[in-house]
């Protein structure tokens, strides 16, 4: 039980709470399953990423931060945020990817009747193929 407690310790909590997400963000940038073409995503994204870094300059780079219960709640509030953010991306991801699918198909099938209307009012010559 005491490794419990030593592993919820909120001191190391604010010191990971950063570089887990670092490894979110970063994770969304450089996957192919996320599509991060949107400004605003990429922009999210790149500015989560220099949060981040600045937390963790303040944690090691800086001799007068004292971190409290409050930085610790609030870093783990924000690493529950990105990971929203991830779940919510890489499911809009897959419903795009599904839906430029099925119309690519109905354009294909949609060609096809074109080319059967056009053939059937005798504008052009059926094809063989």
């Not at 039980?1 to 604010?14: K, Q, V």
């Not at 605003?40 to 971190?67: H, N, Q």
């Not at 870093?75 to 430029?100: P, Q, Y």
């Amino acid at each position: 039980m005491s490794y419990l407690y030593a592993l919820l310790d909120w001191r190391l909590i604010n010191l990971i709470a950063p570089f887990v997400g670092i490894t979110v963000c970063v994770y969304l940038l450089m996957s192919k399953n996320t599509c991060t073409v949107q400004k605003s995503i990429s922009t999210i994204l790149a500015l989560g990423v220099l949060s981040w870094l600045m937390l963790i300059w303040a944690d090691w780079g800086s001799t007068i931060f004292e971190p409290s219960y409050q930085s610790a709640l609030a870093r783990v509030i924000m690493v529950f945020m990105m990971l929203i953010v991830a779940f919510v991306l890489r499911r809009s991801t897959k419903r795009n990817r599904s839906l430029s699918i099925k119309t690519r198909i109905l354009s294909a099938e949609n060609e096809l009747l074109k080319e059967q209307l056009n053939i059937m009012h005798g504008k052009t010559e059926p094809t063989q193929e």
